[in-house]
């Protein structure tokens, strides 16, 4: 059991990178850690390809070196008393000498690491120890590949070209892979099926498009980086009220029986200088967050440009919206637009999760962990860091 919840999850994972995404302390690393069989579950079945690696009720916990499971953990971990040859080499022991020495060379050559097998850890960079660890995770040639926010202690430049060489390496791997992150862009870019968690549970699964176009719960939209999410009833057939927003909106799918919330991601706002659409309302900016590339702009509805008094600016905004700088460089130089534009088939219908993991946790004593794999059966094949082959396609959709 963790700190403030049990750790409850059921998922099957096959041929593509699965994505697990979540907030700090939803259980993601602890999901990982129990596979790797580094904590112990309280009950439950973890299962891959056929073989049972835990089962409570049969008294099933077979040792990490014998679970065939590659770990990259976020620090990386690497042995600081051996050399990066012998860091790669570690889960090698087993095999003839010959053959360590083999692998050990293909994948200093693949991860662009020749000529500093004799070196040290801390002899070298941020990046070259994560590829470094990431091929002592693959060396051993693992069932199921566990990634452990392996991008996360780089730089912004580092950490995109590292990301290239690792979605470039995870599509000849033709093993498991669950790839754990917080990180939004990163886990779509990565991986092409992903799963969320929240308090411990997975409260949305699916591929990376339907995951974030039909979140389908409040919580699993926040996570996914919705900014804008409010309660909401249902009027009729094809509207739903919005008392936050003070609005009735138009939508275009069916509402569910459960509906809680709608919500309505900053991108997708539209802002318009003609109101002949439905789900569109007068707006006034009291604030805008700029970035590099972005510009966040926080709208109160139902106030015109000229109103100053209909209501004091500091009850808040309702809503978010964001534009990149050139969109938002456009609206400067010509007249504000006084609108905004919900558009209905934008319009996230949403239950609520939050509610429900708390009236269905059981008692703190108990954990239960279930998980299946099944995996494409292949030897991994280690491909350059600078290969032209950069997995984009992994990325196109």
């Not at 040792?63 to 790669?88: C, D, K, M, W």
């Not at 936050?244 to 029986?257: D, F, H, N, Q, R």
């Not at 709208?299 to 209909?310: A, F, I, T, W």
Request: charged residues 15%.
């Amino acid at each position: 059991s963790l700190a403030t919840f049990p750790l409850q999850v059921t998922f099957t994972a096959g041929a593509e990178a699965l994505g697990i995404l979540g907030a700090s302390g939803s259980g993601k690393s602890m999901t990982l850690r129990c596979i790797a069989g580094v904590e112990t579950p309280t009950s439950g079945q973890i299962i891959l390809n056929g073989r049972v690696l835990f089962d409570s009720e049969k008294g099933i916990n077979l040792p990490s070196h014998q679970r065939r499971v590659g770990l990259l953990f976020q620090t990386y971990a690497l042995f600081p008393h051996l050399t990066i040859a012998e860091n790669i080499g570690f889960g090698l022991q087993h095999l003839p000498r010959v053959e360590q020495l083999q692998r050990i060379s293909s994948w200093l050559e693949a991860m662009q690491l020749s000529g500093l097998g004799d070196r040290y850890p801390a002899q070298l960079s941020g990046g070259q120890q994560q590829r470094v660890a990431l091929a002592r995770a693959l060396a051993p040639e693992p069932e199921i590949l566990l990634l452990d926010e392996p991008l996360s202690a780089l730089d912004t430049y580092l950490r995109s070209q590292v990301e290239q060489q690792l979605i470039a390496t995870l599509a000849s791997y033709r093993g498991v892979t669950l790839f754990v992150t917080h990180n939004l862009e990163e886990v779509f870019r990565v991986c092409p099926q992903i799963m969320v968690m929240a308090a411990g549970q997975a409260v949305a699964a699916g591929t990376r498009h339907q995951v974030f176009e039909q979140p389908g719960s409040a919580i699993a939209a926040q996570i996914t980086g919705c900014k804008n999410i409010a309660r909401a009833t249902q009027a009729s057939a094809t509207t739903v009220d919005v008392p936050a927003w003070g609005c009735t909106l138009e939508v275009s799918s069916p509402i569910p029986k459960n509906l809680t919330h709608v919500g309505f991601r900053a991108h997708h706002i539209e802002l318009v200088n003609c109101s002949n659409q439905p789900n569109t309302f007068p707006i006034r900016v009291i604030a805008a967050s700029e970035t590099p590339h972005r510009v966040t702009l926080f709208l109160r509805l139902h106030l015109s440009l000229n109103n100053d008094d209909s209501i004091p600016l500091d009850q808040g905004y309702h809503l978010q919206a964001e534009l990149f700088k050139d969109q938002w460089k456009s609206l400067g130089q010509n007249s504000m637009p006084r609108y905004v534009y919900l558009a209905p088939e934008k319009l996230l219908l949403l239950t609520d999760d939050r509610e429900q993991l708390t009236t269905l946790q059981p008692d703190l004593g108990t954990m239960t962990r279930s998980y299946g794999f099944a995996r494409r059966r292949s030897r991994p094949t280690p491909v350059p860091f600078n290969s032209p082959s950069t997995g984009w396609r992994n990325q196109t959709t």
